[in-house]
């Protein structure tokens, strides 16, 4: 058996301790930069979030938010709104397919194993309160905000 890294022993110890690890993937030509939670489903059986766009430290404060109240026992559904993530705006999460497993979430392959896991996203809206399927959405946002549910658009993810 592989002796583990000092990385893999680091995220399995946010794991035991707060409940999750959360990785931060730098902006490339192709994606944005997104942050993600490994450990939550090992954990307390719920899914795990993923963030795409925002700023590292902002992600990963709403994550451990998700992650402290799911410890409370909070639930969260896909396709709901919730107001109490971002202040003074609501958002919206989504069921992550499958298919943007192997793309976005190697550190969760590596801790489940396999992709027998779920991810919930979070979409928000910008600052003027627009949505990523309002027909106003800039390109801009929309490459920002990746969404990565089956279709890869929000008409039929809520």
Known sequence: MKELSEEDKKALEDIEKYGCHILNVLEDSEHPNFSYSIGIEKRFNKPEMVIVGLKRELAQSIINNYCSRIKEGEDFVAGKYYSDFLEG???????????????????????????????LQLIYPTTDGIWPWDNSASE?????????NEEGKLENAI
């Open 89 to 119: 705006f609501e958002v919206c999460l989504i069921e992550v397919a499958q298919k943007h497993y192997e793309e976005y979430f190697g550190w969760g392959k590596w801790l489940y194993k396999n992709n027998d896991f779920k991810v």
């Open 140 to 148: 801009s946002y929309l490459w920002w905000q990746r969404i990565l």
